[in-house]
């Protein structure tokens, strides 16, 4: 923590984020590794084979996973506001044009974190108490990656998405300030018909953003089960560490 605020504090960026990325940055040579043993395996060696295609594709998959976390990170509704003229004295005040920035992903890397540690504790838990029960080791295995998990974390996701902007995002608050300031959204009145058309645009925004948070964590899991691709690999085609990758280099740049 310390190292983190120290950081800060020169001005690099978010110290304790990039610690994390550090930290996620560090698996990458061990992946490498991985993935050139998934292409040079020893011949008769029980693995699946892997060639030139499936290089190629993965290549792409990965520019493309790439690509669509930084649109989506990026990715903004930009709401016009206008100010009405004000004048005090022999000065005039407002009349500009301006813009509010709603972004699609507005919670981030949060709900996929608050999603895997709810599903993870409550099998972590049991396989501790029930060491020996088979059936227990079965429905650990099902919560850590298989169908029921994947169902149960994309309901977990979408609802924190909105939890996390019912929280956060305040549109009566937003909406007041307008007033006060004297800005308004062209087509909507002041006060509570803003505050209702921010919350209904968020509503969407939120809606589009959690379903690309699902298909981005749900995607290494599908990696895993349908090229039988290592857990560490697998990682850096999505989930909370290319999500963390992405936002941290975005925001140092």
């Known amino acids: 923590t310390w190292l983190g605020e120290q950081i800060t504090q020169s001005g690099i960026g978010n110290g304790i984020s990039l610690l994390i990325t550090v930290g996620i940055v560090?698996?990458?040579p061990r992946a490498m590794m991985l993935v050139w043993g998934m292409f040079n395996a020893p011949i008769g060696a029980d693995t699946v084979s892997y060639g030139a295609p499936h290089a190629v594709m993965m290549l792409a998959l990965l520019i493309g996973v790439v690509a669509a976390v930084v649109a989506i990170t990026q990715a903004q509704r930009k709401i016009p506001?206008?100010?009405?003229?004000?004048?005090?004295?022999?000065?005039?005040?407002?009349?500009q044009n301006s813009f509010m920035p709603l972004k699609v992903n507005y919670s981030g890397v949060m709900p996929i974190i608050f999603a895997q540690a709810i599903l993870l504790f409550p099998s972590q838990f049991i396989s501790f108490a029930f060491p020996n029960s088979a059936s227990v080791r079965q429905w650990a295995e099902w919560m850590t990656g298989g169908?029921?998990?994947i169902v149960i974390s994309t309901v977990l996701i979408f609802f924190f998405s909105y939890f996390w902007v019912a929280t956060m995002f305040q549109p009566n608050h937003i909406a007041e300030d307008l007033k006060k300031s004297g800005g308004y959204i062209p087509g909507q009145r002041?006060?509570?018909p803003t505050a209702d058309f921010l919350d209904c645009t968020m509503s969407r925004l939120t809606f589009a953003g959690a379903l690309f948070l699902t298909l981005i964590y749900?995607?290494?899991?599908?990696?895993?089960?349908?090229?039988?691709?290592?857990?560490?690999?697998?990682?850096?085609?999505?989930?909370?560490?290319?999500?963390?990758?992405v936002g941290v280099v975005l925001d140092v740049m």
């Open 26 to 28: 560090a698996d990458l």
């Open 218 to 245: 749900v995607f290494p899991l599908l990696l895993q089960r349908q090229m039988e691709i290592d857990p560490q690999v697998s990682q850096f085609f999505g989930g909370t560490s290319i999500l963390i990758l």
């Open 190 to 192: 002041p006060g509570k």
């Open 147 to 149: 169908w029921p998990y």
């Open 81 to 95: 506001v206008q100010y009405a003229k004000r004048t005090v004295g022999k000065r005039v005040y407002g009349g």
